[in-house]
């Protein structure tokens, strides 16, 4: 398998811009997340998805983030409109959803907003 | 959110062992220890879980107290690719969810 795949690697967009993340879970893995990462608040939870349900959502930050998982192998993570306080990477995660085994990241979105 | 503490920074040099410290004492009886480490510009990785007994693989060990209150990392001869944030995580009960703290910034020296 080739891993979590997160697309595209690198983003930069203008404010006010929509900018969409994509995410491909490994196969079979029933779990899915979405964190982000900035060097003043660390690796944050933004949301969590189990056979394509949201779980956990308390970590999106506002109305401008949303996330949805339309089916077992795709996510997505949109914000509109960005600002420049959204630029971080972004990273995807998954597992099988099956008790306490490890979970696998991409490679992570560096989104920029100027 | 589960609370673990760890140190910001550790040294070690190259081709000792490293033990890192984690610090989990409100921890209750389901609750799993789990360590990632994230290298320079690349995602977090696992690298080992355990509940109550010390446990082992082919990257490192953990080692949990009797107690259950801290636990500790053990990577046996640490290398220069070893250079890595170390997540020590609580997951409380039946959750998935991994809540990452600030971590150990592990430097290997040559």
């Known amino acids: 398998d080739a891993g979590v795949i997160q697309s595209p690697r690198h983003e930069v967009t203008e404010m006010g811009q929509e900018v969409t993340l994509r995410c491909k879970p490994i196969s079979g893995h029933n779990s899915l997340f979405w964190y982000r990462q900035t060097m003043m608040r660390g690796l944050e939870l933004l949301i969590y998805f189990n056979n394509n349900v949201p779980i956990d959502d308390s970590g999106m930050p506002e109305d401008r983030f949303s996330a949805k998982m339309p089916n077992a192998s795709f996510s997505t993570l949109k914000i509109q409109p960005s600002e420049p306080r959204d630029s971080a990477v972004y990273f995807c995660a998954s597992t099988s959803g099956q008790g306490y085994t490890e979970a696998f990241f991409g490679q992570g979105t560096r989104l920029t907003v100027v | 959110d589960a609370k673990t503490t760890q140190p910001n920074s550790m040294e070690s040099n190259e081709e000792e062992p490293v033990h890192l410290p984690c610090n989990h004492s409100?921890?209750?009886?389901?609750?799993?220890i789990h360590w990632y480490r994230q290298l320079p510009s690349q995602g977090p990785e696992y690298v080992i879980h355990?509940?109550?007994s010390n446990v082992n693989n082919r990257m490192a060990s953990l080692a949990i107290a009797e107690d259950r209150k801290s636990s500790t990392l053990i990577l046996h001869r640490a290398t220069l690719r070893d250079a890595a944030v170390y997540y020590c995580?609580?997951?409380?009960?039946?959750?998935?969810?991994?809540?990452f703290g600030k971590g150990t910034k592990l430097t290997v020296n040559p």
């Open positions: 995580i609580r997951t409380q009960g039946g959750s998935e969810k991994l809540v």
């Open positions: 409100t921890i209750s009886g389901t609750d799993y």
């Open positions: 355990g509940l109550t």
